[in-house]
């Protein structure tokens, strides 16, 4: 009854061979940095497998899945939709608008990243167009920025369920410990 609202991803476009890193990260980022789940244009199916495959071992809950109608997915989606894109409002003046509606409004944030030319209509769709910064960079890295402005860094201290592995943060090398008994 009082669950926190929804927070989920939409990659919008996916060139297969060009594109294969970037979609896979937009997953992996939206997972490690605190939504929910993600939707993945259905011919990036290796993308979603890597998504399910490292949530399967470093834990969840995460959702990834396969969309073949993106745009169908942002119009019924119940909730409010965020574009992420250069030319929207700059995201220091409208996250503390975003983080209330899902706050206090208790409205599930559907957040939407392109890879090629993001078609006008999703701009429109969108309640807010939202820049992390107006200049050109990347999709992975403006979801980053916004996941952390939206959860004011409370995603880093998250912990993860049914993981048969965890990282132990060291100063220097690598350990992984195996959960599983
Ligand atoms: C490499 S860009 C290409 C965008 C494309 N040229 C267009 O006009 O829509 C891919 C995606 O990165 C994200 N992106 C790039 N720069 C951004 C910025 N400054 N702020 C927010 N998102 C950004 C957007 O989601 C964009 O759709």
């Given at each position: 009854?009082?669950?926190?609202?929804?927070?989920?991803?939409l990659?919008?476009?996916?060139?297969?061979?060009?594109?294969e890193?970037?979609?896979?990260?937009?997953?992996l980022?939206?997972r490690?940095?605190?939504?929910?789940?993600?939707?993945?244009?259905?011919?990036?199916?290796?993308?979603?497998?890597?998504?399910?495959d490292?949530?399967d071992?470093?834990?969840?809950?995460?959702?990834?899945?396969?969309?073949?109608?993106?745009?169908?997915?942002?119009?019924?989606?119940?909730?409010?939709?965020?574009?992420l894109?250069?030319y929207?409002?700059?995201?220091?003046?409208?996250?503390?608008?975003?983080?209330?509606?899902?706050?206090?409004?208790?409205?599930?944030?559907?957040?939407?990243?392109?890879?090629?030319?993001?078609?006008?209509?999703?701009?429109?769709?969108?309640?807010?167009?939202?820049?992390?910064?107006?200049?050109?960079?990347s999709?992975?890295?403006?979801?980053?920025?916004?996941?952390?402005?939206l959860?004011?860094?409370?995603?880093?201290?998250r912990?993860?369920?049914?993981?048969?592995?965890?990282?132990?943060?060291?100063?220097?090398?690598?350990?992984v410990?195996?959960?599983?008994?």
């Amino acid at each position: 009854m009082n669950e926190t609202p929804e927070v989920a991803v939409l990659r919008l476009g996916h060139r297969p061979g060009r594109d294969e890193r970037m979609t896979t990260h937009v997953g992996l980022t939206a997972r490690a940095l605190g939504a929910d789940r993600v939707w993945i244009p259905d011919n990036a199916g290796q993308s979603l497998e890597t998504v399910a495959d490292i949530t399967d071992r470093f834990g969840g809950p995460f959702e990834a899945a396969l969309t073949d109608s993106p745009q169908a997915l942002i119009r019924d989606w119940e909730g409010r939709v965020v574009h992420l894109t250069m030319y929207g409002e700059r995201i220091q003046d409208v996250e503390s608008e975003i983080r209330s509606a899902r706050e206090d409004d208790r409205e599930p944030l559907l957040v939407v990243v392109g890879s090629e030319k993001v078609p006008f209509d999703v701009y429109e769709a969108a309640d807010w167009n939202v820049g992390v910064t107006n200049q050109p960079h990347s999709e992975v890295a403006g979801l980053a920025v916004f996941l952390d402005r939206l959860f004011e860094g409370r995603e880093l201290e998250r912990e993860w369920e049914d993981a048969d592995r965890e990282v132990i943060p060291m100063e220097t090398g690598k350990r992984v410990e195996s959960l599983e008994d």
